[in-house]
């Protein structure tokens, strides 16, 4: 089974208080965490309404919870853009490693855009129908 790679986001901006004007906020920021956690739900949504991957998406965990092991793994100073790993926790107790990036916009340096990588949905989804076949 395939998932189809939805690299999320851009559509999500977010207003600074000009406190991040010469680089991307941090990937721990809770601004940027939370942008995280609705591109996650609008995912899901946006996959739920296609009738091929619908009964995949019905095993995802509906939202993220928490995040735990935040950290940053590049910073691009040309671009302003921050690449981040975490660990995120899900509803059902389901937890797995996600990437996101967070870069300045370059039209207005007090607004950012977050992208989420959503390839970790597929390991998502074996693990919620691994799961749900061993509670049976």
């Known amino acids: 089974m395939k998932i189809v790679t939805i690299a999320t986001a851009c559509a999500l901006t977010f207003m ?9 906020p941090k990937c721990s920021d809770p601004a940027v965490k939370g942008l995280v956690k609705n591109l996650y739900q609008n995912s899901v ?14 095993a ?3 939202e ?9 793994v590049a910073y691009d100073e040309k671009v302003k853009l921050r690449s981040c790993k975490a660990e995120a926790h899900f509803d059902g ?37 691994m799961q749900g076949i061993f509670e049976q």
């Open 16 to 24: 600074l208080s000009g406190c991040f004007e010469s680089e991307a």
């Open 45 to 58: 949504k946006e996959l739920s309404n296609n009738p091929m991957t619908a009964i995949f998406i019905a």
């Open 60 to 62: 995802l965990p509906k």
């Open 64 to 72: 993220i919870l928490s995040f735990s092991a935040v950290r940053p």
């Open 93 to 129: 107790n389901v937890t797995a490693n996600i990437e996101y990036t967070v870069q300045l916009s370059e039209e207005n340096p007090e607004e950012f855009y977050v992208e989420l990588d959503t390839a970790f949905m597929e390991g998502l989804v074996q693990q919620s129908m």
